[in-house]
Each structure stands twice: as C-alpha cells, then as structure tokens.
Nanobody, 128 residues
Framework: QVQFVESGGGLVQPGGSLRLSCAAS????????IGWFRRAPGKEREGVSC????????EYADSVEGRVTISRDNAENTVYLQMNSLKPENTAEYYC?????????????????????WGQGTQVTVSS
C-alpha cells in the first residue's frame, strides 16, 4: 500500500523553526522528484520547494528562499523541510508529494498532473 505521511507541524512563534518530515512507504522515494506545497486558508495551493531525484537539485519559492531547506534521506525513504525564521504568513497546511518534475511555480491544476502521490498534510501555525 502506498503511503506518504507528513509530520512535524505545529504551533510556533514568529521567528521560530520547524522541521517537517515526509515518510514514504510502499514506493521508493529516490525514483521521484519530491515537492513540498502549502495551502493557506482561502488560497490556492502553492509550491514551497522541491528536490530532484537524480542529482539533488533543489528549487525554492522566492517567498521562502534563504529560510527553508529541503533534503532527502533515501536510505530512510524520507524527505525533510527545515523552516527557519517563520512568519505568520507561513501559516498553512503543508503537503509533500512525489512526482516527475521539480517546479515550485506550477499552478494547482498542473501540480495534480505532475505529482502522483500526495500526503495528507500537516498544519503549521505561526502565531504569538
């Protein structure tokens, strides 16, 4: 059974940090591009970061560049998203997904086509 499970979300104060994890079972992560996405209340789902399967090339949305690091541990079949200097506007449900193209700029419709497996999401709330 294919499963993709995110964890690590929670409530954090502005300026704080969180590390999100995305653990896969039933398939091998290193065959896929892995992306992190988020959906804020009332907004379309947007790309945050992605990492390629071949050489580990990464891509970040402009809004998180310098504050977020994506990494993968193929031995553990897990991908991580380290988020630092969090802001209230980073509050959202965060999702990981496995696909074939690393791009943080694809709209939600294209995301659904390009990314095959999706996790259930983990909530990140940045508030004092």
């Amino acid at each position: 059974q294919v499963q993709f499970v995110e964890s690590g979300g929670g409530l954090v104060q502005p300026g704080g940090s969180l590390r999100l994890s995305c653990a896969a079972s039933g398939f091998t992560l290193d065959n896929y591009v892995i992306g992190w996405f988020r959906r804020a209340p009332g907004k379309e789902r947007e790309g945050v970061s992605c990492i390629s399967s071949s050489d580990g090339t990464t891509e970040y949305a402009d809004s998180v560049e310098g504050r977020v690091t994506i990494s993968r541990d193929n031995a553990e079949n897990t991908v991580y998203l380290q988020m630092n200097s969090l802001k209230p506007e980073n509050t959202a449900e965060y999702y990981c997904a496995a696909g074939q193209v690393c791009s943080v700029y694809a709209n939600e419709m294209i995301q659904g086509i390009v990314y095959k497996y999706w996790g259930q999401g983990t909530q990140v709330t940045v508030s004092s």
